[in-house]
């Protein structure tokens, strides 16, 4: 019987705590939706299953996250806010930045849906949340992963493991969050709005619109510039075509290996103990809000751009205006689709798409400016 009880000592079961199961049923839940709902499986499976690893009771000095850990040495990247940025030049290699080019307007749809991110941030502070506190919960409003990492390693790297997960786990519930909220603020008649073909954009266009996006940027808001310069890097390389190899591996090899170690370190964060407790609870309520008061931003904005426009524009493109992408404007397109099965919205839903894409950047370049 000593042996048996020494035995027993030695395993997880003696170890396990009821937080730790409680984290374990959600982990079990995420890799439902991810496999078996289809929801985003790229960033879901890889942060429930870090949330499964970090959760497992293990020896002290053994955890898969401690220093000399595998995810641990990983999670340097999160840390140092190294893999945001390399995230941003895949994206950049990976984006046609066309439909915004033809329709600069846009622009300012992009820029409504960033609203969220500020209407968070007074939301936080009002709850006692110091500046930079309220500026990393705020950024989850633009649906950007890795723009919420990289600001948060930055003005308060204490609340990065339940911020990231907030908005990743935001991000793959596009298809779900978005929909009703965009049903709830448009009629059926301007849902069922088709709009016209977008204009042939030259590659001149193509070429020097990374320059310049740059540049300009670069010269107002120079916080921004890891995250913008990278992801104009990577377009302006896609735009040139006379490096189609290091492109491909761009937005291939590198774009999943580092989305894997993201998904696997952030879902590793969520340890029981720090993850469970009344803090994570007013992020996720906070995160949840922004994304949401951005959503509404972006589709009521899309309503007076489709008033002044005469209804040529339907106003649900201006929900793809978070950072998203692609997956805002495959919610849009759906729901447009839903409507009237011969509307085509998606390439008109990815100008604000992008557009939401440099604005979640900027907006975190203006906050880092602000805080840092």
């Not at 959760?55 to 996250?65: C, F, H, Q, S, T």
């Amino acid at each position: 019987m000593e042996f048996l009880s020494n035995l027993y000592s030695t395993t997880g079961l003696s170890m396990l705590t009821i937080k730790q199961a409680i984290m374990i049923v959600v982990a079990l839940f995420l890799m439902y939706l991810a496999i078996k709902k289809q929801y985003e499986p790229y960033l879901l499976l890889p942060i429930s299953f870090g949330m499964l690893l970090v959760n497992l009771p293990a020896l002290v000095g053994e955890g898969i996250m401690d220093s000399n850990g595998l995810l641990g040495i990983l999670y340097q990247g999160v840390k140092y806010g190294v893999y945001p940025p390399l995230i941003f030049l895949a994206i950049g290699a990976s984006t046609d930045f066309g439909p915004l080019i033809a329709n600069p307007k846009s622009l300012l749809l992009g820029a409504a849906a960033q609203l969220g991110i500020f209407g968070a941030f007074v939301g936080a502070v009002l709850l006692g949340l110091t500046g930079n506190e309220a500026a990393s919960i705020g950024i989850i409003g633009g649906a950007d992963g890795p723009t919420a990492i990289y600001l948060t390693s930055k003005l308060a790297p204490h609340m990065l493991g339940p911020i990231a997960v907030a908005a990743y786990s935001y991000m793959a519930l596009v298809p779900v969050i978005q929909p009703p909220i965009i049903r709830l603020l448009t009629t059926k008649q301007e849902r069922e709005i088709k709009m016209t073909q977008l204009r042939t954009v030259s590659k001149k266009e193509k070429i020097l619109f990374p320059i310049v996006v740059t540049i300009v940027v670069t010269l107002i808001i120079p916080s921004a510039i890891p995250l913008v310069g990278m992801l104009m890097f990577g377009n302006l390389a896609k735009e040139c075509g006379l490096v189609p190899n290091l492109v491909e591996n761009m937005k291939g090899a590198l774009m999943y290996i580092i989305t894997i170690f993201i998904g696997l370190t952030v879902g590793a964060t969520t340890n029981a103990d720090a993850f469970l407790n009344f803090a994570t609870i007013k992020i996720i309520i906070l995160g949840l809000f922004a994304f949401s008061f951005g959503t509404a931003g972006g589709v009521l904005f899309g309503k007076i751009m489709c008033k002044l426009s005469g209804g040529k524009i339907n106003p649900m493109i201006g929900a793809a205006g978070v950072s998203a992408v692609p997956m805002a404007a495959r919610v849009v397109q759906k729901v447009g689709q839903e409507e009237n099965p011969s509307n085509f919205l998606l390439m008109h839903a990815m100008g604000p798409n992008v557009a939401g894409v440099i604005g979640s950047a900027v907006a975190a370049g203006v906050l880092l400016s602000m805080f840092k």
